[in-house]
Every structure is written in structure tokens, then in C-alpha cells.
């Protein structure tokens, strides 16, 4: 894939505060230079998924962590990076992009809803890359409330399996679940590829559903 800075340069910025409250400022600082170059060279590593894939952002931004804990070299747990995760998505930034959508909102879901279904419709309309991107796999019948899809295959888990991180993915994985509830909702999810399952699945629900079906 192309190389692009904005994610680890903007992401290094918001991440330098937490890491060093956690590491000290010696070793963050370090870390934080360190993954830089990995960085470039994972995404040089990674097979092309299409300039304009609405999806590719995902890879950008996840790659970021994996950097991290690469130039650790160890001293940053999967746990640990699962807490800066965290620490990373509660900074007043990132939920003040995250949170302008509220899916209690039946306008709001259904915008959620439309822009999932506008990635399908990018990897339909480009078969040469179909096999290589996210396949979103719809099904209404499943759940009454919210928004049901799984993932069969994912560039991300791909990545981290051949490459040796990942034990490291989780971290990134968990994110899922903030971006959710910066939005009112809730994730529910029994299975990730990178634990294991045979699939991703994301049933994501308005927060205001008390007992959703």
C-alpha cells in the first residue's frame, strides 16, 4: 500500500501524553520515533486494496498501534496496548469527531447503516480487489434493532498473522467497541478472526435499546 503519514504523525501527537505517563518520557519518545519506520515499511509489506477504498483508513490508522508495539520491542504488552487504545479514543479530539453521530437517531442509524452499506457497494463494483478487502456480509433476519454484518476476511488480521503481531491486534480490534459507544451505541460481538473465530461480527445497537432483540 502507499505510504501516508498523516495517521502515525496525528496519532503520535495524541498518543505521546498517555505513553508517557505510562513509559516515562525517555522511552515513549523513543517508541514513538522507532514506529515511524515500521510503519512505512508494514504498509509497504501489504498488498493493495485499492486507492480509494473507503476501507483503507482502517488499515492506516490500525497500523499505527502494531508500529508501536513493534518498537517496543516487547516493553509494551498487548494488554498495555490495549489500555493506550483506550486512552487514545477518550481524548477530547478523537471523541469530539466520533461523537457528532447518534444512533438513537433513527436519522443517524440509518446514515450509519447506508455508509456501511456504500463500502460493500465499493468492493462489489471492484472485483479486482474483492477478495483482498473487508467483505461485508448483511443479514436483517438476524436482529430486530440496530445493524448486523460479519466479516469473513480482513486485510488487518491477514497482516498481523504473517507478519508475527498478532497477539497484538486485539488492541486494535477493542477500538471497535469505543467508536460504538462514542456514537450511542453498543457493540455486541462473539467472534474476531483475530482470536480465532471464523468470523468478525458487529451487531451494533442504539444505547437507548434496553433489551434488544
Known amino acids: ?121 465499493w468492493a462489489d463494483a471492484h472485483p479486482a480487489y474483492r477478495d483482498k478487502t473487508w467483505d461485508f456480509n448483511f443479514d436483517k433476519t438476524k436482529h430486530r434493532d440496530g445493524i448486523y454484518y460479519h466479516f469473513t476476511h480482513c486485510p488487518l488480521e491477514k497482516y498481523a498473522r504473517e507478519h508475527g503481531c498478532l497477539e497484538a491486534l486485539p488492541a486494535a480490534c477493542s477500538m471497535d467497541h469505543m467508536t460504538a459507544a462514542a456514537m450511542h451505541g453498543v457493540l455486541h460481538r462473539q467472534y474476531t478472526l483475530a482470536t480465532g473465530g471464523k468470523i468478525c461480527d458487529y451487531w451494533i445497537v442504539p444505547d437507548g435499546i434496553r433489551d434488544p432483540q
Open 1 to 121: 500500500m502507499k505510504y501516508k503519514g498523516l495517521c502515525i504523525n496525528l496519532f503520535s501527537a495524541l498518543l505521546r501524553k498517555p505513553m508517557r505517563a505510562m513509559y516515562g518520557k525517555e522511552a515513549a519518545d523513543q517508541y514513538l520515533r522507532e514506529a515511524k519506520p515500521i510503519y512505512r515499511k508494514m504498509l509497504e509489506e501489504t498488498e493493495d486494496i485499492g486507492a480509494d477504498n473507503p476501507m483503507a483508513m482502517n488499515i492506516y490508522m490500525g497500523y499505527v498501534f502494531l508500529a508501536i508495539w513493534k518498537a517496543a520491542q516487547g516493553n509494551i504488552t498487548p494488554a498495555a496496548l490495549g489500555v493506550l487504545a483506550k486512552r487514545f479514543m477518550n481524548r477530547k479530539a478523537v471523541q469530539m469527531v466520533l461523537s457528532s453521530r447518534n444512533i438513537n437517531r433513527k436519522t443517524d442509524l440509518e446514515k450509519t447503516a447506508r455508509n456501511l452499506h456504500r463500502m460493500k457497494a
